[in-house]
């Protein structure tokens, strides 16, 4: 079945200092989403990729999906506290199926 | 503007009862989603619904039932509470295909 594997589950940064996380699929995916989820918060949506080899860039954060469309990364530039929380992926196979696939989640503590 | 509301936010129950988890939203959003998020495990989809009077299993369905006669309203039912059903229960809704989703604040359930 469709799995979706992020790494790593966890980074600790100091404030200033550039963080990535990487998304991979074990099957094709027509999309890929990114969300984030502050503590004691719910996923709120980033950014949604279609394309293969897609870059897009919101300030100093930059979303690519792969030229396969299996992998995706998002780099935060310069992290600051606002960025802490847990970056998810999501992705919604080539199927036809209307459901999102998760990853695990990626833990970003950023040290002041 | 309420958006997407969930009901009750916190609840605590015992094991073998039934318990129902409510989610509202005010968008008239076609597809609407439960999730569950267990440390390590991300976010893992139970049930989805692609509009009224239309349901389909995730990748956790057992134990779970869902029902969606209106669109505005998606409940999630645990027939006989296990300690194993003890988690953060997310609802989400989807205007359309290929869009984003909208996270409800969530329920916190134990399950003693």
């Known amino acids: 079945g469709q799995q979706v594997m992020q790494i790593p589950q966890y980074q600790h940064v100091q404030e200033g200092e550039d963080f990535t996380t990487y998304c991979n699929s074990s099957?094709?995916?027509?999309?890929i989403q990114w969300y984030k989820q502050r503590p004691g918060g719910h996923p709120v949506f980033l950014i949604q990729l279609v394309k293969s080899g897609e870059v897009k860039k919101q300030k100093r954060l930059t979303f690519q999906f792969g030229e396969a469309k299996k992998n995706s990364s998002l780099h935060i530039t310069a992290t600051q506290t606002t960025d802490v929380g847990t970056y998810f992926c999501?992705?919604?196979?080539?199927?036809?199926?209307?459901?999102?696939?998760f990853g695990t989640g990626t833990r970003l503590t950023v040290i002041p | 503007d309420a958006g997407i509301t969930q009901s009750p936010r916190y609840k605590i129950t015992e094991t073998g009862r039934q318990v129902t988890l409510m989610c509202h939203q005010t968008w008239s959003h076609s597809y609407m989603f439960w999730y569950r998020q267990d440390l390590g495990h991300g976010l893992r989809l139970i049930y989805y619904s692609a509009a009224a009077d239309i349901t389909d299993k995730g990748e956790v369905p057992d134990g779970y039932v869902v029902s969606r006669s209106k669109t505005e309203n998606f409940p999630l039912t645990l027939e006989s509470a296990t300690r194993s059903q003890t988690s953060v229960y997310f609802c989400?809704?989807?205007?359309?295909?290929?869009?984003?989703?909208?996270f409800g604040p969530g329920t916190r359930l134990t399950v003693l």
């Open positions: 989400a809704s989807m205007p359309g295909y290929y869009n984003e989703q909208f």
């Open positions: 099957t094709t995916l027509s999309n």
């Open positions: 999501a992705g919604l196979e080539q199927t036809g199926a209307n459901n999102l696939f």
